[in-house]
């Protein structure tokens, strides 16, 4: 039992990291015809893109573990639920990057290692520890969709609708936690939360 369970989490990660996404949600901004981007707009759409991408790597890591250890096996349900969103994300994004022409983060291997021991790592402090950091984490990511949101070109509707569906996503997720019961994290685990993804978002726009 414990052998074929490690097996499927295995295989999880695997498919992350290596293999396209699904969605089952039709793609936001679809409709909108592509529009015409100069090269230095194209690069700096793909480097948006692939951090939000790399974000969602990281997350569906954060997720994996957060499930594997929680003690609780509604918070395990809820925690697989918005699991299954973020690889919506991963499908919306990846598939965003490839028609502007652009490449997904080198390092996303790395990123899903280390966020995967971070969700590990929550699940074992206790669940309302777990789901604390869970709503930390889906906090500082609206805002740093918000940010992207000022950030892209104002025509181009179709990168511009992945983000703020993300971002709606993403608010659900923290409310799910909040209701679960998640506790308010110390606000050095906040900065520290911070300071991590800003390297991670440096190093993902270029890499």
Same mark, same amino acid.
């Given at each position: 039992?414990?052998?074929?369970?490690?097996?499927?989490?295995?295989?999880?990660?695997?498919?992350?990291?290596?293999?396209?996404?699904?969605?089952?949600?039709? !793609?936001? /901004?679809?409709?909108?015809?592509?529009?015409? %981007?100069? &090269?230095?707009? *194209? $690069?700096?759409?793909?480097? #948006?893109?692939?951090?939000?991408?790399?974000?969602?790597?990281?997350?569906?890591?954060?997720?994996?573990?957060?499930?594997?250890?929680?003690?609780?096996?509604?918070?395990?349900?809820?925690?697989?639920?918005?699991?299954?969103?973020?690889?919506?994300?991963?499908?919306?994004?990846?598939?965003?990057?490839?028609?502007?022409?652009?490449?997904?983060?080198?390092?996303?291997?790395?990123?899903?290692?280390?966020?995967?021991?971070?969700?590990?790592?929550?699940? !074992?402090? /206790?669940?309302?520890?777990?789901?604390?950091? %869970?709503? &930390?984490?889906? *906090? $500082?990511?609206?805002?740093? #969709?918000?940010?992207?949101?000022?950030?892209?070109?104002?025509?181009?509707?179709?990168?511009?609708?992945?983000?703020?569906?993300?971002?709606?996503?993403?608010?659900?997720?923290?409310?799910?936690?909040?209701?679960?019961?998640?506790?308010?994290?110390?606000?050095?685990?906040?900065?520290?939360?911070?300071?991590?993804?800003?390297?991670?978002?440096?190093?993902?726009?270029?890499?």
């Amino acid at each position: 039992m414990l052998l074929d369970r490690l097996i499927g989490e295995f295989d999880l990660a695997l498919r992350t990291v290596a293999a396209p996404a699904c969605t089952v949600r039709p !793609v936001p /901004g679809a409709e909108f015809p592509d529009v015409q %981007l100069d &090269e230095q707009q *194209r $690069q700096h759409v793909v480097g #948006l893109m692939r951090v939000n991408h790399c974000g969602e790597i990281c997350a569906q890591a954060l997720y994996q573990g957060q499930a594997l250890t929680s003690r609780d096996p509604a918070v395990r349900e809820a925690l697989k639920g918005a699991a299954l969103q973020e690889t919506e994300h991963l499908a919306w994004t990846e598939r965003r990057i490839a028609e502007l022409g652009g490449r997904k983060s080198l390092l996303n291997p790395l990123w899903y290692a280390g966020s995967l021991s971070l969700g590990v790592l929550a699940g !074992v402090l /206790g669940d309302r520890w777990n789901l604390g950091f %869970l709503a &930390e984490t889906e *906090r $500082q990511v609206e805002a740093h #969709l918000d940010g992207h949101l000022d950030d892209l070109p104002v025509d181009d509707q179709r990168s511009r609708a992945i983000v703020r569906q993300m971002r709606d996503d993403e608010i659900e997720h923290a409310e799910m936690a909040v209701e679960f019961g998640a506790a308010e994290l110390p606000q050095p685990v906040k900065l520290g939360m911070k300071l991590a993804a800003r390297l991670m978002t440096g190093t993902a726009y270029r890499l």
